[in-house]
């Protein structure tokens, strides 16, 4: 199942300048439904006109005609007319104010005939839904109901700290090794690159066999790491810690490389191979020896008849580095236009919170990139010199791809003969009628999407430190990819030019193009009645068509047969006879327009990081002496694959936890199945003096960081002891967590409840164990009712009684208010506790109040 998406030119929707088909039908209205917004269709009926004043529409392809042979596309005209239903329309003016506009009796009509130019490129297209989404989905469906799919996340193989330090300081990321040059180094038998390349390969010739690079590894685990791959025996283990460290490139290497490296585009040459040895497909293979790359895996569309044009013309190269120099807005003299859209996305969404799933429906306008298709190939045909070099096609040098680049035009005949064919292909489809026909309005006013093909992909890298006012981010660099047969069958794609812990931002556009019709009505002309024949059954009349904007006579267009003139030699083609009294003829001038539009499939922000440590087991334990100490032994257990992500104590600990989750496309539920790549590094443990009330109760409480690395050595321990002395006769409150060489934090170890006994003398030691959930309160919403008055607790008279005995009555009363006591007893109840005991009649269950009277002086 994949997402459905109805791309509509805006011309096409109700209420557009486009009047003449809001009046007639042929058109989308927005309605609002228990999915949401969707669009509806209204569809042209020539026998059920819906504007009231026309009666019915005929047209006359007869009189077809082509209205320029100075143009490559086809392009043709025919004749329309138009008939006013007499019970609508009051007299001859009515008839020009029904179409062009105007008052009349008071009333102001709107214009539903309008000349302007109109496209009609709507298609249909699916998307992949983003991996995450559709585990979502299928979590709460309880079944794999989402399979399209595209997905960005990441590898982390192996940890070669060397080598993440060196690439961490380099200033571009387009100066790390490419995964794809080693690969192509070790497939391609003959390669013959630019020196550029060599020289970055080779580390300016200093390795000198970097087609073993790849070659056959051994993966070596430590036993005593808890399954942790420690390294990789490998030549390009050895390059990548050492060789590319050690030997620097030179400064025209690096300027070369950045400049080369901001595009790198994937033609069928580096895509396709019978053998299957190409480089992009075999890459696969040999994944895993690189440390670390994000990757990308989807369901490209499949290419056809364009993509097949393209091949066949050995077009592939000109056309995929046009592509790269308009979309990029590398070009002064041409470049894309903004598109607009309605679009109506048809999809399902999941819930977590709700457990529940449903379908959904929303209409948006969207805005797109494009250009004409035509219009680029005749660019790429008259600038057939290379003006920007700002890309590298991936794989060794052919001619085709030297011809591309070729910036003096040696290659200039070569070039054009390309384009040719590729032109002469493009005309071909357009004349052919099984392909493209118009024979009538039906044709233009069709609500079926026109014919679209994906031509090619783009994968954009955005990131780096923010720039500007608004502080975005800079694009590093692009992938280019043609839509070939092959890379449809496994689109699959690795990036090694990252950076460990730094966040990138991918996106992923498809460049689509769209085959419609640009079209527009000309040469109106109106009837007016000038006479009528008497006596005729049914009634005829006499009329004579003209120009409304200068009211002079003109003839019709619709018929060259004329009745009229074959009997009166006054008569031109301009006065007819009909039985229709309002009459209205143009002409619907049309031609094909091919539109190529980047559309964005898919965008999303990660990083690349390690796995979770493992989880760690405890043992307390008492020092037998008088020194007041308890111990733990903390011991790093075995990978553990049935666990979640572990519970998060700082903020700090969300954020990682997030971006975790958000990189490999986790539930918070899921279960993670892959081990720690580094070895445990580190021992956190925090303590509190009292009963935490949650987990996130320990943060800012951290006693101390346990380093497990033996001083002098690059081995860490899976054992060790944390020793603390502790006060007696008071509790604490312990948990432990390890964290890996990238500080990527474990499970948390139940919390320990430690209290150190001091029994006159004899100490001996108390350890509970509590768990997350013990630590969960009950929250009590109403935690007071009201009570039923079933008995009055009231004081005796002598113990309210004011006390004077020893006030002087002489004296001023505020003087005296120390002196007067209450109760004029001996024992009073102020501030003394009594206990009543309830006892149910019905159930004999018992229950004590405690209450105390206390004694309030204002």
């Known amino acids: 199942m994949s997402k459905e998406i109805k791309l509509i030119d805006l011309n096409l929707m109700s209420g557009s300048t486009e009047t003449f088909r809001t009046a007639v039908g042929g058109y989308y209205d927005i309605v609002s439904s228990s999915e949401g917004e969707q669009v509806e269709e209204v569809i042209f009926d020539p026998s059920n006109i819906l504007s009231p004043f026309i009666s019915s529409i005929d047209y006359n392809t007869d009189l077809k005609e082509e209205i320029s042979d100075e143009v490559m596309t086809p392009n043709y005209k025919f004749p329309i007319r138009i008939t006013g239903d007499p019970d609508e329309i009051k007299d001859d003016n009515f008839w020009k104010i029904s179409l062009l506009g105007g008052e009349f009796g008071g009333i102001k009509y709107n214009s539903i005939y309008t000349d302007a130019a109109f496209d009609n490129l709507s298609c249909d297209y699916t998307l992949p839904y983003p991996k995450l989404d559709a585990n979502v989905i299928n979590y709460v469906a309880s079944a794999e109901i989402i399979s399209d799919t595209i997905q960005i996340s990441y590898d982390y193989n192996q940890y070669v700290p060397t080598y993440e330090r060196y690439i961490k300081n380099i200033v571009s990321e387009k100066l790390i090794p490419n995964m794809y040059l080693l690969k192509m180094y070790e497939v391609e038998d003959d390669l013959d690159t630019s020196q550029t390349i060599k020289d970055f390969v080779t580390i300016e010739q200093t390795y000198e066999n970097p087609e073993n690079l790849l070659g056959e590894s051994d993966v070596v685990i430590d036993e005593d790491s808890k399954d942790h791959i420690t390294y990789i025996d490998s030549l390009i283990s050895s390059y990548l810690s050492s060789s590319i460290i050690l030997t620097q490139l030179s400064s025209s290497t690096k300027e070369d490389v950045e400049n080369m490296f901001e595009n790198i585009i994937f033609d069928e040459n580096v895509l396709t191979d019978v053998s299957g040895d190409d480089t992009y497909s075999q890459m696969l293979a040999s994944k895993n020896m690189i440390p670390f790359y994000t990757k990308f895996h989807f369901t490209a569309s499949a290419g056809e008849t364009f993509v097949s044009y393209i091949e066949e013309s050995n077009f592939t190269q000109k056309f995929m580095k046009t592509l790269k120099e308009v979309f990029t807005n590398q070009l002064t003299d041409f470049s894309p236009s903004e598109s607009t859209f309605a679009a109506e ?131 590093l660099q692009n992938f280019w990819f043609f839509n070939t047969y092959d890379f449809m069958e496994g689109t699959e794609f690795y990036d090694s030019q990252v950076k460990y812990n730094t966040q990138y931002t991918y996106k992923v556009y498809a460049y689509t193009l769209k085959v419609g019709s640009k079209y527009s009505f000309s040469d109106l002309r109106l009837s007016r009645q000038i006479g009528s024949i008497s006596g005729s059954e049914p009634p005829s009349y006499c009329l004579e068509f003209y120009d409304p904007t200068t009211e002079e006579s003109i003839e019709q267009i619709f018929s060259s047969d004329n009745e009229l003139t074959a009997s009166n030699q006054a008569a031109t083609n301009a006065q007819i006879t009909s039985e229709s009294r309002y009459l209205a003829d143009f002409y619907l001038n049309y031609e094909p327009v091919l539109k190529l539009v980047e559309i964005p499939i898919f965008s999303k922000s990660l990083k690349i990081m390690d796995h979770i440590s493992n989880q760690v087991n405890i043992y307390p334990y008492q020092m037998m002496d008088a020194s007041q100490r308890i111990g733990y032994t903390i011991n790093y257990e075995t990978f553990n694959a049935n666990l979640d992500y572990p519970s998060t104590i700082s903020s700090n600990d969300v954020i990682i936890k997030e971006e975790y989750l958000n990189a490999n496309d986790y539930l918070s539920s899921s279960v993670i199945y892959e081990s720690s790549i580094t070895k445990q590094r580190y021992i956190e443990v925090y303590k509190m003096d009292q009963m935490p009330t949650s987990i996130d109760s320990f943060d800012g409480n951290l006693l101390e960081t346990i380093d497990l690395r033996s001083p002098g050595t690059m081995d860490t321990n899976s054992v060790v002891d944390f020793v603390r002395k502790i006060r007696a006769n008071k509790k604490y409150y312990y948990v432990f967590r390890a964290l890996n060489e990238q500080r990527m934090p474990g499970h948390l170890s139940e919390i320990y409840e430690a209290q150190l006994i001091n029994d006159g003398g004899y100490l001996y030691s108390i350890f509970n164990v509590l768990f997350e959930e013990d630590l969960e309160q009950e929250i009590f919403v109403n935690p007071s009712l009201a009570f039923k008055k079933l008995f009055e607790l009231q004081p005796n008279v002598s113990q309210m009684a004011l006390d004077i005995s020893e006030a002087d009555l002489s004296m001023p009363a505020y003087t005296q208010l120390e002196n007067i006591n209450v109760g004029t007893i001996t024992d009073t109840i102020w501030d003394k506790t009594f206990k009543i005991r309830l006892t149910s009649v019905k159930t004999g269950k018992k229950i004590d109040l405690n209450f105390t009277y206390k004694l309030q002086i204002d």
């Open 345 to 475: 996305t048809k999809l399902t969404v999941g819930s977590l919170e709700t457990a529940t799933f449903s379908d959904a429906t929303s209409t948006k306008n969207s805005t797109f990139k494009s250009i004409d298709f035509m219009e680029m190939l005749i660019y790429a045909h008259n600038n057939f010199i290379s003006t920007t070099d700002n890309c590298y096609f991936l794989g060794p040098n052919n001619f085709t791809r030297l011809a591309t680049m070729d910036p003096s035009g040696s290659y200039r005949y070569y070039n054009s003969m390309k384009c040719l064919d590729m032109i002469n292909s493009t005309v071909g489809y357009l004349n052919d009628e099984s392909n493209y026909s118009i024979d009538s309005l039906e044709d233009i006013y069709s609500l079926s999407s026109s014919y679209s093909e994906i031509l090619a992909y783009r994968i954009e890298k955005i990131g780096g430190a923010p720039t500007g006012d608004l502080k975005t981010q800079n694009t």
